[in-house]
């Protein structure tokens, strides 16, 4: 039987319904802030616990916990003695996905030790001030790690050899304040290099091992074959060598979104194809905006232009043989292998309906 339990501000509560009084698979107790019982963390048969603010989460001292059955744990927009919230971490032997989104003050000190033998997913997001933010964790069966938010120190006790994705999302603004971060930055870099999948969201500054890391980290990727990013910070970036060529030699799947498709992003683009060896596919998800246009439906016009010249151009440059690039836009989803120097064939998503493909020749 999977339990939820969802601490939230009672006041935001709606009015409990006469006839929606519980259900035979799961149940949801929603509890004011400063109400929160200790059978929570005394519950034998709890398989899913969701603790959700945002609020100062404080539990009785020394609290009795019992949790061996606990697979899922959500700690979210919380304020919780770090000391407790590891304790219920390590008190959980077949805890299998742990997320923490939280929130920290300027002058708190924040250390968590997490001990989880069986953890698959761990997702963790900081917010707030705090530059003294460390977490130490041993987790050998990591499968999937997301590091979101301000900087932090993460330390993987050993190296994650099962991991099979990464996603990293970091606010650079509160990396390079820190005088330490590029060797922190390295270390976590070296932990999580057996990773097959990394997801860099705003973080493509990362993989510029010259100006923000050791090479000697990018080098340790021996497993990863997909890249994807996530919107291409100009400020952090070195353009030329943006993604190192020992990595680009071989990524076999690529996937950029979030992009303007304007003249960089394609000089980006041309970049990577060029220094890629056995990619296989580059998918790219583009959006145009035009701010200057007043009219609804010459604007749609406009950047439907501007979505195909973006393809016609892409689809130009110089690339392995073996790979397949896919474009998706607001309006035109559709692969260089439908594209020849005379015509493209794409889908295009109409004004008011998507159901039409049409066969369009480029000059």
């Not at 945002?54 to 606990?70: A, D, G, M, V």
Request: hydrophobic fraction near 40%; include cysteine.
């Amino acid at each position: 039987m999977e339990i939820l339990f969802c601490f939230l501000d009672s006041s935001n509560l709606p009015p409990k319904s006469p006839g929606n009084q519980g259900n035979s698979s799961s149940s949801l107790c929603s509890l004011s802030s400063d109400s929160i019982p200790v059978c929570v963390l005394e519950t034998p048969s709890l398989i899913t616990l969701e603790l959700t603010g945002p609020f100062c989460c404080e539990f009785p001292p020394n609290p009795t916990i019992r949790l061996p059955n606990l697979k899922t744990l959500a700690l979210n927009l919380l304020h919780v003695d770090p000391y407790l919230m590891a304790k219920v971490v390590n008190s959980c032997p077949l805890l299998e996905c742990l997320s923490m989104e939280l929130i920290w003050g300027e002058h708190d000190e924040l250390v968590v030790e997490i001990s989880a033998p069986n953890l698959k997913s761990l997702n963790v997001t900081m917010s707030g001030y705090s530059e003294d933010c460390k977490f130490f964790i041993d987790a050998p069966k990591l499968e999937h790690v997301l590091l979101h938010g301000r900087f932090a120190f993460y330390h993987f006790v050993n190296n994650q050899t099962a991991l099979i994705d990464a996603d990293i999302g970091f606010c650079f603004s509160t990396m390079v304040d820190r005088k330490d971060y590029l060797t922190h930055l390295s270390t976590i870099l070296q932990k999580i290099s057996s990773v097959k999948t990394i997801h860099l969201l705003d973080n493509i500054g990362v993989l510029n091992s010259i100006d923000y890391v050791e090479a000697s980290a990018l080098k340790c990727f021996c497993n990863l074959t997909k890249l994807r990013i996530t919107r291409v910070s100009l400020d952090y970036l070195k353009w030329e060598s943006p993604i190192p060529e020992f990595l680009l030699a071989k990524l076999e799947v690529v996937e950029f979104k979030e992009l303007d498709g304007d003249e960089d992003d394609l000089a980006l683009l041309d970049y990577n194809l060029s220094k890629a060896k056995v990619l296989k596919e580059l998918s790219v998800y583009v959006t145009y905006s035009d701010d200057n246009e007043s009219d609804e439906e010459e604007r749609e016009r406009y950047e439907l232009w501007k979505e195909f010249s973006f393809c016609k151009k892409l689809f130009r440059l110089s690339r392995p043989s073996t790979c397949e690039i896919k474009v998706f836009g607001e309006y035109i989803s559709t692969s260089s292998s439908n594209f020849q120097y005379v015509s493209m064939v794409c889908r295009i998503d109409c004004f008011e309906k998507g159901e039409t493909v049409y066969d369009m020749w480029c000059e």
